[in-house]
């Protein structure tokens, strides 16, 4: 049985933040330093890490870091201990006051098999030793949307309150391309607050929310994502559409350069003796194809989930002109050639203002000599 959550979280608790982030050494060395299990699916490969249960480890098959089509495929999150540490990770906070035990960054947990694909979820268990059987479920589909489903079934004497959460942390700052008309950083859409979108020297000059930790929080927020953004690719976390949460970005000063993180703390949960309580959530880490987001948008019910890309101050225009773009594209097959197609079109569709214009000018052109000739009469 599942019992109701208790609205709101109590003054305190909060999301565990980052890990410990000590280098190991290289990327590979740090993906061999924990138990792993596979992830495999048509657009991405990877692993996700038992020991605290992250997904850190994910691949694009379809991008490239170059053009060269024997280049190194992109990868967009890399384990802890490594250089550039981005991975994500669930789980839940107690209330403050309470000392019981919980899954941890250090948590080694069990998985039922070793590949995680479409056709073939994974689900991890751990026991705290004290009564409590935490597990998670995680499914993915042919794209790069993951589904978690956390469940504790309490085996113990007494009631506890529980509250789960998600995030995406990111060490170091990343080089970005600086365009003013493109948001690279900290972006989500928060219920009722709408899109909010802070780069990382934005997010460095925040109040301290901690100490040691800039940010910015909103509370009561349903429905929504929070995560990070890069120009091609983003990594987002996506609380249940139905309950409120806090959604917070952080920033912190560690020994090894800054972490930023986008997380969500959702409602608290009571589970009494004998009884199990759940949490669903999902996390995106892929490309941002305009019709994989728009489609998970539509299917899923994420609130606004089409502005994890950057449309613009000019939405209204930019996104219907992709489509068009992209509609003549895969009809013709060269993207040189359909951005001239374009032009053709956008002239075509203004001509008669152009015609107005030109008219216009003709007229002028008509006068200018009676104009010259009044203007030396009257110097």
Same mark, same amino acid.
């Given at each position: 049985?599942?019992?109701?959550?208790?609205?709101?979280?109590?003054?305190?608790?909060?999301?565990?933040?980052?890990?410990?982030?000590?280098?190991?050494?290289?990327?590979?060395?740090? !993906?061999?330093?924990? +138990?792993?299990?596979? #992830?495999?699916?048509?657009?991405?490969?990877?692993?996700?890490?038992?020991?605290?249960?992250?997904?850190?480890?994910?691949?694009?098959?379809?991008?490239?870091?170059?053009?060269?089509?024997?280049?190194?495929?992109?990868?967009?999150?890399?384990? #802890?201990?490594?250089?550039?540490?981005?991975?994500?990770? $669930?789980?839940?906070?107690?209330?403050?006051?309470?000392?019981?035990?919980?899954?941890?960054?250090?948590?080694?947990?069990?998985?039922?098999?070793?590949?995680?694909?479409?056709?073939?979820?994974?689900?991890?268990?751990?026991?705290?030793?004290?009564?409590?059987? *935490?597990?998670?479920?995680?499914?993915?589909?042919?794209?790069? %949307? &993951?589904?978690?489903?956390?469940?504790?079934?309490?085996?113990?004497?007494?009631?506890?309150?529980?509250?789960?959460?998600?995030?995406?942390?990111?060490?170091?700052?990343?080089?970005?391309?600086?365009?003013?008309?493109?948001? @690279?950083?900290?972006?989500?859409?928060?219920?009722?607050?709408?899109?909010?979108?802070?780069?990382?020297?934005?997010?460095?000059? @925040?109040?301290? !929310?901690?100490?040691?930790?800039?940010?910015?929080?909103?509370?009561?927020?349903?429905?929504?994502?929070?995560? #990070?953004?890069?120009?091609?690719?983003?990594?987002?976390? #996506?609380?249940?559409?139905?309950?409120?949460?806090?959604? =917070?970005?952080?920033?912190?000063?560690? +020994?090894?350069?800054?972490?930023?993180?986008?997380?969500? !703390?959702?409602?608290?949960?009571?589970?009494?003796?004998?009884?199990?309580?759940?949490?669903?959530? =999902?996390?995106?880490?892929?490309?941002?194809?305009?019709?994989?987001?728009?489609?998970?948008?539509?299917?899923?019910?994420?609130?606004?989930?089409?502005?994890?890309?950057?449309?613009?101050? $000019?939405? &209204?225009?930019?996104?219907?002109?992709?489509?068009?773009?992209?509609?003549?594209?895969?009809?013709?097959?060269? $993207?040189?050639?359909?951005?001239? !197609?374009?032009?053709?079109?956008?002239? *075509?569709? &203004?001509?008669?203002?152009?015609?107005?214009?030109?008219?216009?000018?003709?007229? %002028?052109?008509?006068?200018?000599?009676? %104009?010259?000739?009044?203007?030396?009469?009257?110097?």
């Amino acid at each position: 049985t599942t019992v109701p959550g208790t609205p709101g979280q109590p003054a305190g608790s909060a999301v565990p933040g980052t890990a410990a982030l000590q280098q190991i050494g290289t990327r590979e060395q740090a !993906l061999a330093a924990s +138990a792993r299990v596979k #992830i495999d699916t048509p657009k991405i490969a990877g692993s996700l890490s038992l020991t605290g249960a992250r997904i850190d480890d994910v691949s694009l098959k379809a991008y490239r870091e170059t053009v060269d089509p024997k280049s190194a495929n992109i990868v967009l999150l890399s384990p #802890i201990g490594g250089p550039n540490a981005y991975y994500s990770d $669930f789980g839940w906070v107690a209330a403050p006051g309470t000392t019981v035990a919980l899954p941890n960054a250090t948590t080694v947990w069990t998985a039922d098999n070793q590949t995680l694909t479409p056709a073939k979820p994974v689900t991890l268990s751990w026991d705290n030793g004290q009564g409590l059987i *935490f597990k998670r479920a995680i499914s993915v589909d042919d794209n790069a %949307m &993951f589904t978690i489903r956390d469940e504790v079934e309490n085996k113990g004497g007494a009631a506890v309150t529980l509250f789960p959460y998600g995030q995406i942390v990111r060490q170091g700052k990343p080089t970005t391309l600086g365009y003013y008309v493109l948001h @690279e950083g900290l972006v989500g859409n928060l219920g009722e607050q709408g899109l909010q979108e802070y780069t990382y020297d934005k997010l460095d000059k @925040e109040p301290l !929310l901690s100490p040691g930790t800039t940010g910015k929080s909103w509370k009561d927020a349903v429905g929504g994502f929070v995560g #990070i953004t890069d120009k091609y690719w983003a990594a987002a976390v #996506i609380p249940d559409q139905q309950r409120k949460y806090e959604g =917070r970005y952080s920033a912190v000063q560690t +020994a090894t350069g800054h972490t930023y993180q986008a997380d969500f !703390l959702g409602e608290g949960v009571a589970v009494a003796p004998g009884a199990t309580a759940s949490s669903n959530a =999902r996390l995106f880490a892929g490309a941002k194809e305009v019709a994989a987001i728009d489609g998970y948008e539509k299917n899923l019910g994420i609130k606004r989930f089409e502005l994890l890309i950057d449309w613009g101050w $000019f939405y &209204f225009i930019t996104k219907p002109l992709f489509f068009v773009l992209d509609w003549i594209y895969k009809h013709v097959g060269n $993207f040189g050639v359909a951005i001239l !197609l374009v032009t053709v079109l956008l002239k *075509f569709l &203004f001509f008669p203002l152009a015609n107005k214009s030109y008219a216009s000018m003709a007229k %002028m052109k008509e006068l200018q000599p009676e %104009m010259t000739a009044i203007r030396e009469r009257h110097a």
